[in-house]
């Protein structure tokens, strides 16, 4: 019963580098999205995918990419790493759209970026 | 700016006493609220949640009030357990917005014996 999976879950990178964190759900869920958590920040959007095929821009997208690689995976990408991005990466899906919706999000175990 | 608050930081509650934990929103197009709760080092997990249409809806132990007037939503944990210590995040979305909460800042819950 895994749910919504996130790798990896620790990352320590240097200015400059880029990573992926990859996220899969095995819940059929249309939906998925990433978002950042800090400190006195709650829990900010930095992108979604409403449903398989399309991707846009939450609340802070800048120096992110996603792709929707199927329905169930979709991955965000830090190109060029900033201190700014150090944070905890939450991944998390939503059956929005189809039958019976609750709109609630179901979340990954989350990824500790640390960007020096 | 933000547009769903919870003012409060902190709360220590006594075992078995009423927890109130309290959340203020500002975006009128907000319909749809909800509450996550979040220990140390996992992800948030769906506690309960209200559509505008109702004011009020229980889950056990868990209630959580809408008060659309006041745009203020505030939930309820009686009684209290050692267990319910945790972060409590606020969150809202609009219609038609494919489930983009907005969450709040959390509010962290110590239950003490």
């Known amino acids: 019963n895994a749910g919504v999976t996130q790798t990896p879950k620790f990352q320590v990178l240097k200015t400059g580098q880029s990573m992926t964190l990859q996220c899969a759900q095995d819940?059929?869920?249309?939906?998925m999205y990433w978002y950042r958590q800090d400190p006195g920040m709650g829990l900010r959007l930095i992108y979604y995918?409403?449903?398989?095929?399309?991707?846009d821009k939450g609340e802070v997208p800048n120096g992110y990419n996603v792709s929707r690689l199927n329905k169930r995976e979709f991955s965000l990408r830090l190109e060029s790493a900033a201190p700014s991005q150090t944070s905890v990466y939450f991944c998390?899906?939503?059956?929005?759209?189809?039958?019976?919706?609750?709109?609630?999000?179901?979340f990954g175990e989350g990824s500790r970026l640390t960007v020096l | 700016d933000q547009q769903v608050k919870q003012n409060s930081p902190s709360l220590s509650v006594q075992e078995g006493r009423i927890s109130i934990l309290n959340c203020d929103y500002t975006?009128?197009?907000?319909?749809?609220f909800l509450w996550y709760k979040k220990y140390p080092a996992e992800g948030p997990t769906f506690l309960i949640s209200?559509?505008?249409?109702?004011d009020k809806n229980e889950d056990g132990r868990f209630t959580v009030f809408l008060n659309k007037s006041a745009k203020h939503l505030s939930l309820h944990i009686v009684p209290s357990q050692p267990g319910d210590s945790a972060v409590y995040f606020c969150?809202?979305?609009?219609?038609?917005?494919?489930?983009?909460?907005?969450f709040g800042t959390g509010t962290r819950l110590q239950v003490t014996l």
């Open positions: 998390a899906s939503s059956d929005w759209g189809g039958p019976g919706v609750t709109g609630e999000l179901f």
């Open positions: 819940m059929n869920h249309n939906s």
């Open positions: 995918s409403a449903s398989e095929g399309t991707t």
């Open positions: 975006n009128s197009m907000f319909d749809y």
């Open positions: 209200i559509s505008s249409i109702k």
């Open positions: 969150a809202a979305s609009g219609h038609g917005t494919a489930s983009k909460l907005t």
